[in-house]
Nanobody, 120 residues
Framework: QVQLVESGGGLVQPGGSLRLSCAAS????????MGWYREAPGKQRGLVAS???????TYVDSVKGRFTISRDNAKNTMYLQMNSLKPEDTAVYYCNAEITSRDISTKPYWGQGTQVTVSS
């Protein structure tokens, strides 16, 4: 059973910082691409940032220069450092990962989501 467990969300004032973590656990062979998505009320879930196993990264334009995605392959863990947070960053943040099982099949997994609220 593969699980993605997120942590680090919360309430922060505009201009503040938060660090999200996502850890993959269970029985599998390898974690491939990992990504953070967010879903704000009334909006569709969309990609925030992604990182490959060799640490190539992509970001949505609205977070470039403010957010940094990273990963620790040895710990099967991904991070999202969020700085200069804005009210429009308020959303539920979801971790996503493409994981290869021991039978060499690969499929996507989702975390349960963590709420990030930016408000004064």
């Amino acid at each position: 059973q593969v699980q993605l467990v997120e942590s680090g969300g919360g309430l922060v004032q505009p201009g503040g910082s938060l660090r999200l973590s996502c850890a993959a656990s269970g029985t599998f062979w390898r974690v491939l691409v990992m990504g953070w998505y967010r879903e704000a009320p009334g909006k569709q879930r969309g990609l925030v940032a992604s990182i490959t196993r060799d640490r190539s990264t992509t970001y949505v334009d609205s977070v470039k220069g403010r957010f940094t995605i990273s990963r620790d392959n040895a710990k099967n863990t991904m991070y999202l450092q969020m700085n200069s947070l804005k009210p429009e960053d308020t959303a539920v943040y979801y971790c996503n990962a493409e994981i290869t099982s021991r039978d060499i099949s690969t499929k996507p997994y989702w975390g349960q989501g963590t709420q990030v609220t930016v408000s004064s």
